[in-house]
């Protein structure tokens, strides 16, 4: 199975880890997610996300067209089945980047995909990564930091965990652990 499912707290470095994979392995799909909340400055539509309204989230969700989905912090988000399915088929390696209630429902669906933690090298650096982003408001920081914690009471369902220390060193840890060749 070609597929690896990321998570970790929100924070901790997952969207900077992946962009590194990316870079460095052209070859590695990864999904594009749908989610209701707002882009943040400098996200395109189409790229970071799929930037849809609460009904589009609704409805995609009727009609099956996503593999997870989740509310995480006030919002939606989820994973768009067809793409994946696509790129599955031809043999590409792929990798979401997902939170923790996404991450076990492939499981349950897709018992043979690889899940890997991405932890922070200490609660005070996920704190510092999380409020030096400077994307969310001081109450979404809580919520965040709040969903951390039972994100982290976690790290043991996955098959392995990487500690984000240095980006170089924790993307190359998570594509030895991808099925890339
Ligand atoms: N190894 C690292 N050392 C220091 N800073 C890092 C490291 N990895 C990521 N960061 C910084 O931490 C912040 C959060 O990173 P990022 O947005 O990638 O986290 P995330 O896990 O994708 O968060 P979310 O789940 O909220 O989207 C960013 O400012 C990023 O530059
Ligand atoms: N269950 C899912 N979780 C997802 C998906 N796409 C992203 N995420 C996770 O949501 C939080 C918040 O993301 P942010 O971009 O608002 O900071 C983070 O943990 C992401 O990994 C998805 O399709 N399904």
């Known amino acids: 199975m070609r597929l690896t499912v990321l998570s970790g707290p929100s924070g901790v470095g997952k969207g900077t880890v992946v962009a590194e994979v990316r870079r460095r392995h052209p070859e590695v799909w990864v999904s594009v997610?749908?989610?209701?909340?707002?882009?943040?400055?400098?996200?395109?539509n189409g790229v970071e996300?799929?930037?849809?309204?609460?009904?589009?989230?609704t409805l995609m969700v009727?009609?099956?067209?996503?593999?997870e989905h989740a509310m995480?912090?006030?919002?939606?988000?989820?994973?768009?089945?067809?793409?994946?399915?696509?790129r599955?088929?031809?043999?590409?390696?792929?990798?979401?980047?997902?939170e923790l209630q996404g991450a076990r429902q492939v499981r349950?669906?897709?018992?043979?995909?690889?899940?890997?933690?991405?932890?922070?090298?200490?609660?005070?650096?996920?704190v510092r990564r999380l409020t030096g982003r400077g994307t969310e408001s001081p109450e979404v920081i809580?919520?965040?930091?709040?969903?951390?914690?039972?994100e982290l009471a976690a790290?043991?369902?996955?098959?392995?965990?990487?500690?984000?220390?240095?980006?170089?060193?924790?993307?190359?840890?998570l594509v030895a652990l991808m099925d890339t060749d």
């Open 108 to 126: 349950a669906g897709i018992p043979d995909a690889r899940f890997v933690f991405l932890a922070p090298p200490s609660w005070q650096e996920l």
């Open 88 to 98: 599955l088929a031809e043999g590409v390696p792929c990798l979401l980047e997902i």
């Open 62 to 67: 009727k009609k099956g067209e996503l593999l």
């Open 155 to 173: 790290e043991s369902e996955f098959d392995a965990v990487v500690v984000n220390d240095d980006v170089t060193r924790a993307a190359a840890r």
């Open 142 to 150: 809580e919520r965040r930091l709040d969903r951390a914690r039972t």
């Open 33 to 44: 997610s749908c989610t209701t909340r707002a882009p943040r400055p400098g996200e395109t």
């Open 72 to 86: 995480f912090a006030g919002h939606a988000y989820g994973t768009p089945r067809a793409p994946l399915e696509a």
């Open 49 to 57: 996300y799929h930037f849809v309204d609460v009904e589009e989230f």
